[in-house]
Nanobody
Framework: QVQLVESGGGLVQAGGSLRLTCTAS????????MGWFRQAPGKEREFVAD????????YYSDSVKGRFTISRDNAKNTAYLQMNNLKPEDTAVYYC???????????WGQGTQVTVSS
């Protein structure tokens, strides 16, 4: 079992930055693949980025590549999503998620709202 709590969302103008934080508990954090997803109003949830347990591999959706950076601090049981050059189309509820042992993402945080004004 893994519990996830996100924070760091808010309202920002286009071109601005935010950093989302996801703190995990319940399992050895370094064994967990951490992912970020988002869901905009009226749209399906979409993948944003993920990072493996050792932070040696990261993967991004094309829509955020070059603007967002995923990272983690295993000593703090925390994953981050640094979002730069934000655009109005990045407005969504952002969720962190955990994958164990190569299984699909099963554990989800409560979500944090990110709103980018034009």
């Amino acid at each position: 079992q893994v519990q996830l709590v996100e924070s760091g969302g808010g309202l920002v103008q286009a071109g601005g930055s935010l950093r989302l934080t996801c703190t995990a508990s319940g399992r050895t954090f370094s064994t967990i693949v951490m992912g970020w997803f988002r869901q905009a109003p009226g749209k399906e949830r979409e993948f944003v980025a993920d990072i493996n347990g050792s932070a040696s591999n990261t993967y991004y959706s094309d829509s955020v590549k070059g603007r967002f950076t995923i990272s983690r601090d295993n000593a703090k049981n925390t994953a981050y999503l640094q979002m730069n050059n934000l655009k109005p189309e990045d407005t969504a509820v952002y969720y962190c998620a955990a994958s164990l042992n190569g299984a699909p993402y099963r554990y989800w945080g409560q979500g944090t709202q990110v709103t980018v004004s034009s």
